[in-house]
């Protein structure tokens, strides 16, 4: 098993060259290139402290105490790092059982994350169980196809928001799987599922166009494919235009490499997912992109 370390670096290199050659950023004029690692993670389900070392497949990897000394050591030797999660932060071991989520967004808040999508695990205190856990959080909650209109989440997420690194503006948005026959009724209560692919279009677009955004990501808990016609990372990446990158989350998939596919406009577009749990399979990916601006 290779280590946590060992294995960033070979994700670093392998998907930094792909997405260095990935997108149109030769018609931007400049002297300089600009650099960008995206760090990402997904389907943490609230394992804290590593598997136990029990002979399981995953013994003694994950856990918050060896993803932040990576992060830490990440941003000590870049100037400009973005950091994400997927969703389904919550659930799974008796860490949410007990607080309920309270542990898992003081981590993520502790590890400055950017920007973070919704799971349907997040669902599972409740609208109100996740709402009284934003108090921890100092991140945005990113869900563009959820109306929590009449809900104790109205005006407490955001359909997207726009960062500002190293002089590129990224564009971020989420998206939610169907929460309908999923996750119980009472638990996501008067919340509305709005179709993703329409949604995305429009997100994506006002993104591109009226923010002007260099670089625009999804935060997808949609799922990575499926063998039934089921709206996937894979469908998403087909039917929409101005996503440049999908971060997926749901079905647990570890990418050996970023897969990249055609959008709508035949335009490359490329979608990873890293596992779960932050296991040493499933840990962190670097993502590096160069990209010239203007001075």
């Not at 070979?10 to 690692?37: H, N, Y």
């Not at 808040?109 to 709402?131: C, L, P, Q, R, W």
């Not at 490359?268 to 499933?282: P, R």
Request: charged share 25%; with cysteine.
């Amino acid at each position: 098993m290779q280590s946590r370390r060992s294995f960033l670096k070979k994700a670093a290199i392998g998907s930094g060259l792909m997405m260095a050659g990935s997108f149109p950023f030769e018609s931007f004029a400049a002297e300089e290139d600009k650099k960008l690692v995206i760090l990402h993670t997904n389907d943490t389900h609230s394992r804290l402290e590593p598997f136990p070392l029990d002979g399981g497949k995953f013994e003694g990897q994950g856990g918050i105490a060896a993803r932040a000394t990576l992060i830490e050591e990440i941003r000590r030797a870049e100037e400009q790092v973005l950091l994400l999660d997927a969703g389904d932060i919550f659930q799974g071991t008796p860490y949410f059982n007990l607080y309920k989520g309270e542990p898992e967004m003081k981590a993520l808040s502790m590890m400055k994350y950017d920007a973070i999508t919704m799971g349907n695990h997040d669902f599972d205190a409740g609208v109100e169980g996740f709402a009284k856990q934003l108090q921890h959080a100092n991140f945005p909650v990113l869900v563009a196809n959820y109306d929590f209109t009449d809900t104790p989440l109205e005006n407490k997420t955001q359909p997207y928001t726009v960062i500002k690194k190293n002089g590129m503006k990224i564009g971020v948005f989420g998206l939610g799987v169907e929460l309908k026959g999923l996750v119980p009724d009472d638990a996501y209560g008067k919340t509305k599922y709005l179709e993703p692919i329409q949604i995305a279009n429009s997100v994506a677009n006002h993104l591109k166009k009226k923010e002007k955004c260099d670089m625009v990501i999804c935060l997808s808990h949609l799922g990575y494919e499926y063998d039934y016609h089921k709206v996937s990372d894979k469908i998403l990446a087909k039917e929409t235009d101005n996503i440049d990158l999908i971060i997926g989350g749901h079905t647990h998939t570890f990418l050996e490499e970023p897969t990249v596919m055609k959008n709508k406009s035949g335009n490359e577009i490329i979608i990873n997912q890293v596992g779960w749990a932050a296991s040493d399979w499933g840990a962190s990916i670097t993502v590096l992109i160069t990209k010239k601006v203007p001075n």
